[in-house]
Nanobody, 127 residues
Framework: RVQLVESGGGSVQAGGSLRLSCAVS????????KAWFRQAQGSEREWVAT????????YFSDSVKDRFTISQDNTKMMVYLQMNSLKPEDSAMYYC????????????????????WGQGTQVTVTV
């Protein structure tokens, strides 16, 4: 079983930056898709970014492309979401998710295809 723990959320002014971290308890699969999702109050959960941990291929939603980056450390047990040029509409609870995969189909996975989830970390962007 894989456990995920997010950290790094907080409150920041518009235009600022935050880096979220996701600690992965174990690398028990040869490869995984590791993703960030977010859910604003009263809204559906939406996909933000995904990394295929085998080779670091990264994918982003249109709403965050060119502002956010996703990365991992050499152990593949930490996943980061660097968020720059933050906007008030980025305010949400951010969740880390992970799922084993045999091939790089990470760009195509929706939230229902992720078995492992963290508890979330809140990001608030003020004007």
């Amino acid at each position: 079983r894989v456990q995920l723990v997010e950290s790094g959320g907080g409150s920041v002014q518009a235009g600022g930056s935050l880096r979220l971290s996701c600690a992965v308890s174990a690398n028990i699969y040869p490869s995984m898709c590791k993703a960030w999702f977010r859910q604003a109050q009263g809204s559906e959960r939406e996909w933000v970014a995904t990394i295929y941990d085998r080779d670091g291929s990264a994918y982003f939603s249109d709403s965050v492309k060119d502002r956010f980056t996703i990365s991992q450390d050499n152990t593949k047990m930490m996943v980061y979401l660097q968020m720059n040029s933050l906007k008030p509409e980025d305010s949400a609870m951010y969740y880390c998710a992970a799922e084993e995969t045999l091939t790089n189909n990470c760009a195509e996975r929706d939230q229902y295809e992720y078995a492992y989830w963290g508890q979330g970390t809140q990001v608030t962007v003020t004007v």
